[in-house]
T-cell receptor, first 115, second 109 residues
């Protein structure tokens, strides 16, 4: 079955460490997204990519980095510069990347806790 | 004021009840999405609509563009419907989704 796989599901990090969250999709979707979810808040966009080798900052990109070397993969690195990284991270993809609204497919999420 | 407001924030219903969750938005949109988030955290897209009404099984979504309002209805609710229901709007390209904070629904036997 096609879908999005995020790993790890749970991750613990010490302060000062970088961590990378994996996101892989086999839906042949062009666009991929990373969202952050905090209690009592709506999802917020971190980064998105509409095509391979291109990505744009979302609303809360500071302290995060991404790459899009392959269509299927869009890993997110949470760097030590992110001051409050404890959160639930969701990866998503959609069929078209450029214009218009499209249905998103979400992964199961990764919960990052900073110790 | 948030651009997307949902009500109620929390809702408890008994099995079989008809449920309505509301979403109001304050900006021009190209589409509105209803999403379902289960306790494990994964999110499933239920509907994307830009006008009128859509139905899938026991779920019905409506939107009134003039009033900037959408509703999600669940008929004959069941405990497996227990989840957080999230409204989101497209304000431009697919990347520009603004999310509500969600409505937590608990359906009891």
């Amino acid at each position: 079955d096609g879908g999005i796989t995020q790993s790890p599901k749970y991750l613990f990090r010490k302060e000062g460490q970088n961590v990378t969250l994996s996101c892989e999709q086999n839906l042949n979707h062009d666009a991929m997204y990373w969202y952050r979810q905090d209690p009592g808040q709506g999802l917020r966009l971190i980064y998105y990519s509409q095509i391979v080798n291109d990505f744009q900052k979302g609303d809360i990109a500071e302290g995060y980095s991404v790459s899009r070397e392959k269509k299927e993969s869009f890993p997110l690195t949470v760097t030590s510069a992110q001051k409050n990284p404890t959160a639930f991270y969701l990866c998503a993809s959609s069929r078209q990347g450029a214009l218009g609204a499209n249905v998103l497919t979400f992964g199961a999420g990764s919960r990052l806790t900073v110790l | 004021k948030n651009e997307v407001e949902q009500s109620p924030q929390n809702l408890t219903a008994q099995e079989g009840e008809f449920i309505t969750i509301n979403c109001s938005y304050s900006v021009g949109i190209s589409a509105l999405h209803w999403l379902q988030q289960h306790p494990g955290g994964g999110i499933v897209s239920l509907f994307m609509l830009s006008s009128g009404k859509k139905k899938h099984g026991r779920l019905i979504a409506t939107i009134n563009i003039q009033e900037k309002h959408s509703s999600l209805h669940i008929t004959a609710s069941h405990p497996r419907d227990s989840a957080v229901y999230i409204c989101a709007v497209n304000t431009g390209t697919a990347s520009k989704l603004t999310f509500g904070t969600g409505t937590r629904l608990q359906v009891t036997l």
